[in-house]
């Protein structure tokens, strides 16, 4: 029967520590998934907002202008909409549902309320394009007007061959209709003879454009309509430092107050760090820890042991090491005439003799009187003294084995 004493345990300190190490990144990895999954969904939908690379999405627009050197970004922040801060605030209006978030608006900052035109589904088989488009009912593009204070309606009118604006006439081509504004309250800024392209509605505190082509991804395909999107952009800045921020809230990209981000960013990354830090260092305290803590002992220990620990310790500090070569070879020619049963009766040449017959140390192949020799006088070196003495620990080890053998 095996003795299972000597089997390998299956818990060696190599397979724990890949089994930690495994364990900590599936848990790094479940924080930052539970933390970020937001953050890594496409947001490329088919649809007319910020982040949409389809025919009637404006992110084309968003990339023309930061290719062009201008601090444009989309926000996803709710608190977009009420802060005063400077720049110029672009609202992308979504096909449903402005009517109610914007019921309560009121601009604290320069801002562009771009009107819808165009409605559609997603295209099933690629969630980025956008299929079977049509003409939003101006019905609820009227109610949508009242809702938001701008005393104006929609008209849609053919292509005009130029349209009047702070730039000069441009021949603007957006797809199939114009879509305008009429309206008595409204301050023309860009306009045809039969509607306003661009207009400040001075009720509602904002400027309005009502053909949505102007900048989409479908409208930027003609070089004058990218032309007039980019000169209205100036017209409504102050500032060329003056950042440009569409707002995707009013389309469902809301990103919310997540803990999980907070703590991994600043003011609170410092804490964070620290924390983990601390953790990590208890982790490795309480792994390379085995078994309970160590009690603490007698100042003065009892015992042989204790004795031996202290007289070699006084020997150390005396710095005598070297010197007891002569003692450790007169005690182990003691110890080995005693082992083998010498007669008490021979001298030490006798002895040395003796012990000669005996055999050769097997790893030097040294006799006795060879190695007495380099024992009879004080060391060089207190290497020199362990090597010398375990050597001549080796024989006599070797010699009792031998005597043990022989008796059996």
Do not use: C
């Not at 907002?49 to 990339?63: D, E, M, R």
């Not at 488009?133 to 101006?138: L, S, V, Y």
């Not at 007495?372 to 620990?393: I, V, W, Y």
């Amino acid at each position: 029967m095996k003795d299972r004493s000597h089997f390998d345990s299956p818990f060696s300190g190599k397979i724990v520590g890949i089994l930690l190490a495994v364990a900590l990144f599936s848990f790094g990895a479940i924080m930052v998934l539970a933390g970020w999954a937001p953050e890594l969904r496409d947001r490329n939908v088919a649809g007319a907002h910020p982040f949409s690379t389809s025919a009637l999405g404006y992110n084309g627009f968003v990339q023309l202008l930061q290719e062009q050197g201008y601090p444009a970004e989309v926000s996803r922040l709710e608190r977009t909409l009420e802060d005063s801060d400077w720049g110029l605030l672009v609202l992308t209006l979504p096909q449903w549902g402005a009517a109610k978030a914007l019921e309560d608006f009121e601009p604290q900052r320069t801002t562009l309320l771009v009107l819808p035109k165009w409605t559609g589904m997603t295209d099933p088989l690629n969630k980025t394009h956008q299929k079977d488009t049509r003409f939003m009912n101006a019905r609820v593009l009227n109610d949508l007007l009242e809702t938001i204070a701008i005393d104006a309606e929609i008209g849609r009118i053919d292509v005009p061959s130029e349209t009047s604006t702070p730039f000069g006439s441009i021949a603007l081509k957006p797809d199939v209709k114009m879509q305008v504004l009429r309206g008595d309250s409204l301050t023309p800024i860009a306009e045809t003879q039969d509607g306003i392209l661009l207009a400040w509605a001075p009720d509602a505190d904002m400027y309005v454009l009502s053909d949505p082509d102007m900048i989409n991804t479908f409208g930027l395909s003609q070089f004058e309509n990218a032309r007039f999107a980019t000169q209205m952009i100036d017209f409504l800045r102050n500032d060329y430092d003056e950042p440009i921020v569409f707002d995707a809230t009013l389309h469902g990209f809301v990103r919310s107050e997540n803990l999980l981000q907070m703590i991994f960013d600043i003011p609170f990354i410092g804490a964070t760090l620290t924390a983990l830090a601390a953790a990590f260092l208890l982790g490795w305290a309480a792994l390379i820890r085995f078994g309970p803590p160590v009690k603490e002992g007698r100042a003065i220990a009892l015992g042989k042991q204790a004795l031996a620990d202290n007289s070699a310790g006084l020997i150390t500090m005396a710095r005598r090491e070297t010197r007891i070569a002569p003692a450790y070879l007169h005690m182990i020619r003691r110890r080995v005439s005693r082992d083998i049963g010498a007669p008490k009766t021979l001298n030490e040449t006798q002895l040395t003799a003796l012990f000669d017959r005996l055999g050769p140390e097997e790893e030097s192949g040294k006799h006795f009187t060879d190695m007495a020799s380099g024992l009879r006088g004080p060391a060089t070196s207190r290497e020199d003294l362990m090597n010398k003495a375990r050597e001549l620990f080796r024989w006599r080890k070797g010699i009792i084995g031998r005597s043990m053998n022989e008796r059996e």
